[in-house]
């Protein structure tokens, strides 16, 4: 019994010195408060853009978005807090006194904080909001715009609006806004995204570029040729036969003198003629018959 007892007492101050030596367990992790609030974010109601529903804006331009949020609960909400995030080529071009700005890299957000209350199953929606394209934004640079609503009272017990904010500004702290009082008003239309409830909302943005002028082809001048001179040819003079009249000039020297082989071949002429009259002339005084009485 003694050694029985001996080897009992051993185990206990063993296990003992397990415990002392092993580290304290880590402590459970504190669950992450939850919203009681049952939310549903969406937006309106517009035709499939591209194979997602969005809204078609150029460059430079304003983004009409419409944020809304439904109480899918039983019970009232008591104030309303919305998360909105653009990236790349949207930016805020208005700032509302109600929220707080944040800059993250390529990410800008907007905490903004309404004092309403949303009956069950009412919605309501954010419009005027202040999202707008760059100048030169491009196609691949723009996406949705992603919008988080959340009960006042849940966001309060994580620390309150501006402090949600500044945890999500790696670039400096949030900023406030300057402008007037962002508001809530009941949508006209009926909206989409609110099955299953989800308070995190998609709202499509897509960009459509200038059409570039298609150039109108300019037709060449068909070169027209200049016409060539057809050569006149020189009228051919006939001699004029011997002993003919020269034109008459009106007493001013008539025309050219006549020279060269056609002077040659009338004086030959007329050698020719003189020969021959003088010998018919010669025979006939030969032949000549006497007359005897």
Known sequence: ?????????????????????????????????????????????????????????????????????????????????????????????????????????????AWCEFDVTLAPGASLAATGVGIATRADARPENISSIVHHWRSKEFVDRLGGVQKRA???????????????TLTLTTPSGPLVGLEPPNPIGFVGVVLVLPATPTPTPTATPTATPTPTATPTAAPTVSPAPPGAPADDDGGQGGGLPVTGAQTVAVAGVGGVLLLLGGGGYLLARRRRTRFVA
């Open 1 to 109: 019994m003694r050694r029985h007892a001996g080897l009992t007492t051993s185990a206990i101050l063993l296990a003992a010195g397990f415990a002392a030596a092993t580290p304290a367990a880590a402590a459970a992790p504190t669950p992450s408060p939850t919203d009681s609030a049952r939310l549903a974010a969406g937006t309106e109601d517009r035709p499939p853009v591209d194979g997602r529903r969005g809204y078609r804006v150029g460059q430079g331009a304003d983004v009409p978005a419409l944020m809304a949020v439904t109480n899918k609960s039983d019970t009232p909400v008591d104030g309303l807090v919305v998360h909105v995030r653009i990236l790349n080529d949207l930016d805020f071009t208005k700032t509302y006194e109600n929220c707080w700005y944040a800059v993250d890299s390529n990410q800008e957000s």
């Open 166 to 180: 500044d945890d999500w500004a790696t670039e400096g702290r949030a900023v406030r806004g300057t402008g007037g």
